[in-house]
């Protein structure tokens, strides 16, 4: 297939020549080839008058690529994103699609330029859901356990009247990343969807059996539950993200023990923690040192081990400029949630609800407002 | 002298050839009075009177551990309801004295029986009274057949009836006198029964009359809502209801509460519950509250004990008043509570003042191991409730003070971040539903 002189025309020639019909497998390579070339060239302005067969194309490209099984190649897509979006706050249909082929291709670097974009406009809520979910799969194969956490919130308590399966999928995630991160599942926000709020829980029920098992602190209860559970955890995929939260308890265990003592003895922390010799103890907790998530030193002549305060004096100047952009962050955040409140306080609809809801004045008190809005 | 076991001593649990069939006990609730004090159940009942002598004992029967004990208080019961006209309880006493005491300590069916008969025709007679009260309409009358008939129902156990009596008249109280006769009449029944909860509300119903009470009513009703306080488990508003009881109280309220009990029920609550100044305000400078405390020299000394810092001691007197504190029909249940609470704060007061405490001194003072320590030192800083840090290499116990400085600046960083991601949820979550809220009026359109 030849291509146009690109600019003027893009439009046109999206329609014709790629949605027509099945393409063949040995087409396919040219194919993909072509798409990768037409998006890369294309003007985003054009694009951006007629998004829905732009759209198309791309779906188009990304079922292809997963037939094909080389989502490598659908990296083009965050080219088409790029293209497509109105401002780096916008959520496109794309956008999930891109992160899919990113998982399916198990690169989640490609991903993060996409990812760590903040979205603010949203067009077709079901995007969010995906994107989102993607976005926490990601993340916690990057092991950014708190970003995810975050994603993850955001399917939960995005706005919605009907439960659907990825609200669920993503909240079994949730709980498993809050006790690898935090020990605990917090409860729902006041803001969660009261759909959310009731159901989740009904269709989550071993996870949340999880949790509370981990709350007793015992890992030998632990094990044995998740033994028993197996199955249920290997059929939502989520068998390994299991095992990071067992390993995540002998932590937790151990930084409880920072909490209460100087200095203990390895002997000690192994019976605590129930692990079975000092030297296991040992090289947990050189690991945890290594992470950065205690402070302790390891005396191995004794078989001691001491615990220090976090060695951050808040003195430096890298603390000083880190709390500076914070806070000129913070300051932009805090203008942008303003104007927004402005401008619902002058949206029509607002306006005219607070007017029928106000008490009854005597035209006397009160001339400047119209009488369209009492 | 070994031989002869007058002394009730410790042997006697110990001994396998005692027959435990007869002892009803769960190896958790039974209780070991063994040791040096043993209970004097003589000197014990001779403190009450009425259902609640009878009760006390009972509740003793069933939960020591030793049978000379036990016999003697179902002896000492059976006698007691001898007097009364309780047929029910008799049958009861009969059956778990099972003919252990002999010949004359059996099932008198005849008495009961005649009893009964007395019963029936007293009742009748009653009943022909109220009704032609009633028909007559005069309220006094009425209150008092009713009361009668509460009376009557309290003396032959059926306590649920009686309670629904004395309930009935408060319709037809004119004075406050009634309806304090009334509220002390609940009140009796529903302790007894165990409801506490009527029990708070009566006496907030008495305290309420407009006529001033006597110092004795007052009293009275205070040891009333402590006990109400006890059972709630709030051990705090407990300890202050007994510790304003008046010494007005007396030997007048023997058939709910004996001033000892008073003061042990009281000096225990404030000890768990109290701060230091509490203590010392409420407790030790109460001249009131002395006079119940001489009754009772070891809750004075324990208590003078704890303020002054002498650990070892208080909880040496505090042992040796459990084994007759879980045989009281009140407290039994927290007493485990209470003395945990009261060890605890003991270990508290004790770092307190240090920087640094010798783990080994300490457990001597606490009469404790030293990994038995550590543990509840473990616990009570888990809790925050002691700020230290324990080093466990050299068995020293190090206090540890925030550095407000450093927890400053990390509270303003994390708020920060909080704020900053749930600011970002929000907007989007408020986009997301402005979107809805388009789509919902371009399809109404």
Not at chain 1, 165 to 189: R, T, W
Request: charged share 25%; hydrophobic share 40%; glycine share 6%.
């Amino acid at each position: 297939m030849k291509w146009p002189p690109a600019e003027p025309h893009s439009v046109e020639w999206t329609g014709e020549a790629y949605l027509s019909g099945p393409i063949s497998s040995d087409q396919a390579g040219g194919f993909l080839l072509s798409v990768v070339d037409f998006i890369n060239s294309c003007s985003g302005d054009q694009i951006r008058l007629a998004p829905d067969k732009f759209i198309q194309v791309c779906k188009r490209l990304k079922d292809q690529v997963m037939q094909l099984q080389v989502p490598l190649q659908g990296v083009a897509l965050r080219t088409a994103i790029r293209k497509l979006q109105t401002s780096s706050e916008q959520l496109t249909t794309i956008h999930s699609d891109f992160l899919l082929l990113c998982i399916l291709a198990k690169s989640y670097k490609t991903g993060l330029s996409i990812l760590e974009d903040d979205i603010l406009e949203v067009d077709q809520p079901r995007d969010l859901f995906l994107y989102y979910y993607y976005g926490g799969i990601i993340y916690i194969g990057l092991k950014r356990f708190r970003t995810a956490l975050e994603c993850l919130h955001n399917v939960v308590t995005a706005p919605m009247t009907t439960l659907n399966a990825i609200a669920v999928e993503a909240y079994k995630k949730y709980i498993l990343v809050s006790l690898i991160l935090n020990g605990q599942v917090p409860s729902f926000p006041k803001y969660t969807s009261s759909t959310a709020q009731r159901n989740l829980k009904n269709h989550t029920q071993p996870y949340i059996d999880l949790s509370a098992c981990y709350a007793s602190g015992k890992y030998s209860d632990l094990e044995a539950f998740i033994q028993s559970n197996v199955e249920k955890f290997q059929s939502d995929n989520n068998l390994g993200l299991v095992k990071q939260v067992l390993s995540s308890l002998y932590k937790r265990n151990i930084q409880r023990l920072t909490q209460t003592y100087l200095t203990l003895s390895l002997q000690d922390i192994a019976n605590a923690v129930q692990l079975k010799t000092p030297k296991e103890a040992e090289m947990h907790v050189l690991r945890m040192i290594q992470d950065g998530e205690i402070f302790a030193t390891i005396n191995q002549k004794d078989g001691m081990v001491s615990f220090h305060e976090d060695p951050e004096q808040y003195k430096t100047c890298e603390m000083a400029e880190h709390i500076d952009s914070t806070i000129q962050r913070l300051m932009a955040l805090s203008k942008k949630l303003r104007s927004i409140d402005e401008q619902i306080s002058c949206d029509p609809a607002y306006v005219s609800k607070i007017g029928r809801e106000r008490p009854k004045f005597d035209f006397d008190d009160f001339d400047s407002v119209p009488h369209r809005f009492i | 002298m070994d031989g002869e076991d007058e002394s009730l001593g410790a042997v006697m649990v110990d001994d396998p050839a005692f027959p435990n069939g007869s002892v009803d006990s769960d190896a958790a609730r039974a209780t070991v009075v063994g040791g040096g004090d043993q209970m004097d159940v003589e000197a014990y009942a001779a403190l009450y009177t009425g259902r609640t002598r009878v009760a006390r004992l009972l509740f003793i029967a069933e939960r020591c551990g030793s049978e000379a004990v036990q016999l003697e208080a179902l002896r000492m019961a059976y006698d007691e309801i001898r007097k009364g006209e309780d047929s029910h309880l008799h049958r009861e006493v009969s059956a778990k004295i099972a003919g252990r005491l002999g010949p004359q300590y059996v099932l008198d069916q005849a008495w009961a029986d005649s009893v009964d008969r007395r019963a029936e025709q007293r009742k009748e007679k009653l009943e022909n009274e109220l009704n032609g009260y009633r028909t007559n309409l005069i309220k006094e009358s009425i209150r008092m057949g009713y009361n009668d008939f509460g009376d009557f129902y309290y003396a032959h156990g059926q306590l649920g009836d009686a309670f629904k009596s004395y309930v009935r008249t408060r319709d037809y109280c004119t004075t406050s006198k009634h309806i304090i006769q009334m509220c002390l009449n609940v009140i009796l029944v529903s302790i007894e029964l165990g409801q506490f909860m009527h029990v708070s509300n009566y006496v907030s119903k008495a305290e309420q009359t407009p006529d001033s009470l006597d110092a004795v009513t007052i009293a009275k009703l205070r040891c009333a809502a402590g006990l109400a306080n006890l059972e709630a488990k709030k051990y705090k508003l407990a300890a202050r209801k007994f510790i304003e009881t008046g010494p007005e109280l007396g030997n007048n309220y023997t058939e709910v509460i004996a001033p000892q009990d008073v003061a042990v029920y009281g000096g225990l609550c404030a000890l768990a519950s109290f701060d230091r100044t509490e203590l010392k305000k409420k407790v030790i400078d109460n001249i009131n509250f002395r006079n119940f405390l001489e009754l009772v020299p070891e809750v004075r000394e324990l208590i003078n004990d704890f303020y002054a810092s002498r650990y070892a001691s208080c909880l040496e007197y505090l042992e040796n008043l459990k084994p007759n504190l879980l045989l009281d029909i009140h407290l039994h249940d927290h007493v485990n509570t209470l003395y945990t609470e009261i060890r605890h704060k003991a270990i508290i007061q004790y770092t307190l003042p240090f920087i640094s405490v010798n783990l080994h001194t300490m457990a001597g003072a606490f009469k404790t191991s030293v990994t038995g320590l550590e543990k509840e030192l473990e616990v009570l800083i888990t809790n925050n409730q002691i700020q230290a840090r324990i080093d466990s290499h050299n068995k020293i116990l190090y206090a540890r003070h925030a550095d407000q400085r450093n927890a400053t600046f990390q509270r303003a960083l994390q708020t920060g971040t909080e704020f900053e991601r749930e600011i970002r949820a929000m907007l989007l979550r408020a986009n997301l539903i402005k979107h809805e809220s388009n789509l919902k009026s371009a399809r109404k359109l």
